[in-house]
């Protein structure tokens, strides 16, 4: 499986984005999903992740209620819309997938390449 994440970019504080995570391959939905990032000089922190069917999604507190993970197996796509922006949720984001994968990044086999995503205050 390989994964394209798109979508980053330059927003102001309070502003919106939704960043995409396309998978190639025909065993996506077998895959459970995750987001995860890694701002400048911190490690990679767990943001959310999403069941094969999209039916259970869990959240890093920090972004809870502002952060929605979807997909759409029809279209092997991962999407996490991204509310209420602010300036600590910089970074380059990264989805990943893997039958097991939930919280934690050791639990995915697969990863994105990242998409920057800069909140501005």
């Known amino acids: 499986v390989q994964l394209q994440a798109s979508g980053g970019g330059l927003v102001q504080a309070g502003g919106s984005l939704r960043l995409s995570c396309a998978a190639s391959g025909r065993t996506f939905s077998s895959y459970n999903m995750g987001w995860f990032r890694q701002a400048p000089g911190k490690e990679r922190e767990f943001v959310a992740a999403i069941s094969r069917s999209g039916g259970r999604t869990y959240y890093a507190d920090s972004v809870k209620g502002r952060f929605t993970f979807s997909r759409d197996n029809a279209k092997n796509t991962g999407y996490l819309q991204m509310n209420s922006l602010k300036p600590e949720d910089t970074a380059v984001y990264y989805c990943?997938?893997?039958?097991?994968?939930?919280?934690?990044?050791?639990?995915?086999?697969?990863w994105g390449q990242g998409t920057l995503v800069t909140v501005s205050s």
């Open positions: 990943a997938a893997g039958p097991n994968g939930w919280q934690r990044g050791n639990q995915y086999d697969y």
